[in-house]
């Protein structure tokens, strides 16, 4: 499975859930609120693949943002190579190239951008040098502990904690998914690091087929009872 295909599944799913939850009795959740809601679902369902460095986390992402950077600070760069081979003040050069990016908003976050792509790279390599691809971060007690933290996080922030879970619920169905395919997932590390699956063997090609189906149906049905009032 692609990112495109986990992130559908994370989103798809987290729309059954809310068509559940309003069928159930719950208040309607707010458009703006489903469309976070949804992001942060995606966002869950792309990072758990952080432990593979070809992926869309790990490489994709991180080598747009860096080409993004490199190309906003390309001028200032300039700047102070041409600066440094005039005065050959290296301290001098650095301090001034410093000022200037951070004292310039844009300048500012697009050197902020390619210093969190780096960090991201190098977090990816690591992890995936101690842990291997499909390995703790794929695991039912790694997605709780990185549910709550998320969660807590937001909460620190001022922000609402609800993000936090619908972090964890894409990242959730991104290892359930993976339980479907022929290689498995180790559900139960550290207890015990063997790859199980979702269902019985003979039933994940067919489980992937429904999953895929009821994630999109979710994607449809949500939208549609939303703008059902605008058409009776």
Request: net charge positive; glycine share 12%.
């Amino acid at each position: 499975m692609n990112y495109i295909h986990h992130a559908l599944i994370g989103v798809g799913t987290g729309a059954l859930g809310v068509l559940a939850a309003e069928a159930l009795g719950a208040a309607h959740v707010p458009v703006l609120s489903l469309g976070l809601g949804a992001l942060a679902a995606a966002a869950g369902s792309v990072a758990t693949d952080l432990d593979h460095p070809a992926s869309f986390i790990s490489n994709t992402i991180p080598s747009r943002v860096v080409r993004v950077s490199l190309a906003v600070l390309a001028i200032p760069l300039l700047a102070a190579a041409g600066s440094y081979l005039t005065s050959r003040d290296l301290p001098g050069t650095l301090n001034e190239i410093s000022g200037l990016i951070w004292g310039i908003g844009f300048l500012r976050w697009a050197a902020a951008a390619l210093f969190g792509a780096l960090m991201l790279v190098l977090l990816s390599l690591l992890i995936h040098k101690h842990l291997r691809h499909r390995g703790a971060l794929h695991s039912l007690l790694f997605t709780a502990g990185l549910t709550a933290a998320a969660c807590a996080a937001l909460a620190l922030l001022g922000q609402t904690w609800v993000w936090g879970l619908c972090f964890g619920w894409g990242w959730l169905w991104h290892i359930l998914a993976d339980g479907l395919t022929e290689q498995g997932v180790p559900f139960l590390w550290p207890f015990d690091a063997a790859r199980r699956h979702s269902l019985p063997r003979w039933g994940c090609g067919i489980g992937r087929v429904l999953l895929t189906l009821a994630a999109v149906g979710g994607i449809i049905i949500l939208p549609v009872t939303r703008l059902q009032p605008w058409f009776v």
